[in-house]
């Protein structure tokens, strides 16, 4: 009873050591500077409410239902999205496995000897069985919060591989979205050279009569039939543009190229209204920024790890074996014998081994929070970058829809001066050349805009934010 009483004096002080202050920094997130507005917010009109930023689906804002049905397929069959949907579960499995040191482990042993001695004498030699079953336990006490800061430091960088998912979502959704503007953007552009096409047939057409007449040289219809053939060349070379962008979204969808393909549709896409939020938003928006504050609290954590090695370690082992030489016999109460007790042990001399973590630790640590303010800056500069790219093209835009209308205008003026024999062939070209160029500057132009808006809407964090992934802990 006394042996007993002992035992369990050892099992209660180990239990309230357990309880105690683990070893190492408490974490805290490292401090950065954002700012309390954008730089290039100045003259910006975002959408109203002013605090109300894109939730959920950010790609519905372009009113695009191909869109949406596209980017819903990346969430069922993208393959990189997969890759690391798994990753994030081993890391949960990770956190598991780091908790588990928490809690005794028990093994079972059952076998079974037979053995036979060497003869003496010229006896003959005996031969022997042996049965043996057992159980054996051990536990080590988390008296210094070894345990414990493992686990957190596990838990983080789930947390961390939770928002790296979220992270390559955001990326692969952006990615879809440009290239399916960017496809949308060269249909356009083909259905304006195939006009052109129409019209210079038109031109060649009036160059041609004009010459049967008399009235214009043979050089006016080269020059016409060349500025055809020239922009027939055009339009057939946005082929290999808008088969690549096909290929890229096939394979984003998770389908095989040569099995998907997207008919070309009148362009109807509009400029969005942008919500915006402040920068210091960003902190909570962004999945990688998110993953790299994770990642230093994970760091944080693996400094008590290795300043938990300078303590001694705590453990209780205990064991019961059953041993007879009959099997019928091996379970009695006769054949038991049994231990228990605790182990204290401590490592007086490694030449440095322990110091070497430390500081290797620290030096990680260090790493990381470098890593946290600098994803900060480069997730600010981004969102600067598109802000100023969306306000200086949409003034852009202004002007170049202004100079479509004037070289519209001078085309219509400079045939007519052309019909009426008063400039020269030349001219008309060098005007139909001006619009030509003209309109496809604009509709550029647009496709830039529309993807300096998901550049934007990517650079605030899409749809996601910190406040999901803290609940689904």
């Given at each position: ?47 109203e ?18 869109l ?63 049965y ?38 955001l ?29 210079y ?14 009235v ?9 039939q ?58 909570e ?6 993953a ?19 303590f ?5 082992s205990?064991n ?10 091996l ?83 400079t ?59």
């Open positions: 009873m006394k042996h007993r009483n002992k035992i369990s004096f050892a099992v209660t002080v180990s239990l309230a050591l357990l309880t105690g202050c683990a070893i190492g920094p408490d974490y805290k997130r490292p401090a950065v500077e954002v700012g309390t507005a954008y730089k290039e917010m100045t003259d910006w009109k975002p959408a409410p002013k605090d109300e930023l894109i939730r959920g689906k950010w790609w519905e804002v372009f009113a695009d239902a191909e949406n049905a596209l980017a819903a397929q990346i969430n069922v069959s993208n393959q990189s999205l997969k890759a690391a949907e798994a990753r994030y579960r081993q890391a949960v499995a990770g956190v598991q496995s780091s908790r588990s040191a928490l809690f005794p482990n028990l093994s079972a042993t059952t076998g079974a000897t037979r053995a036979r001695a060497a003869s003496r004498g010229g006896a003959t030699p005996e031969t022997t069985t042996a043996n079953a057992g159980l054996n336990s051990s536990w080590e006490i988390d008296v210094w919060g070894r345990v414990r800061r493992q686990v957190e430091a596990s838990s983080a960088s789930a947390e961390a591989s939770d928002a790296d998912l979220e992270a390559v979502r990326s692969l959704q952006s990615e879809l979205a440009i290239n399916y503007f960017q496809l949308r953007v060269t249909d356009e552009q083909k259905q304006l050279l195939d006009d052109t096409v129409a019209a047939k038109k031109s060649l057409e009036l160059t041609n009569n004009r010459y049967n007449v008399g214009a040289a043979k050089g006016d219809v080269v020059q016409a060349a500025q055809l053939r020239s922009t027939e060349a055009q339009a057939l070379d946005l082929g290999v543009t808008r088969a690549q962008l096909e290929h890229a979204i096939a394979t984003l969808i998770g389908k095989a190229p040569s099995a998907f393909s997207l008919a070309p549709k009148p362009f109807t896409l509009k400029m969005p209204r942008m919500p915006l939020g402040v920068p210091s938003t960003l902190l928006r962004r999945p990688d920024i998110a790299a504050e994770r990642r230093v609290a994970a760091a944080n954590a693996q400094i008590g790890v290795a300043k938990a090695a300078y001694p370690t705590l453990s209780l205990g019961v074996s059953q041993n007879s030489s009959t099997w019928s016999k379970f009695s109460a006769a054949n038991r014998s049994w231990s228990l007790g605790p182990d204290l042990a401590l490592t007086l001399l490694d030449f440095g081994k322990r110091g070497a973590a430390n500081d290797s630790a620290v030096a990680a640590y260090d790493q990381t929070v470098a890593t946290y303010r600098q994803t900060v800056l480069d997730a600010l500069q981004e969102v600067e970058d598109n802000l100023a790219a969306l306000h200086i093209l949409e003034e852009e835009a202004v002007i170049q829809a202004d100079a479509v209308r004037l070289a519209r205008e001078s085309v219509l003026l045939t007519n001066q052309y019909k009426a024999g008063t400039v020269s062939y030349l001219n008309v070209v060098t005007v139909q050349a001006s619009q030509l160029s003209n309109e496809r500057t604009a509709v550029s132009l647009l496709g830039r805009r529309l993807n300096a808006a998901v550049g934007l809407i990517r650079a605030l964090g899409g749809g996601w934010a910190a406040t999901e992934m803290a609940e689904q802990k």
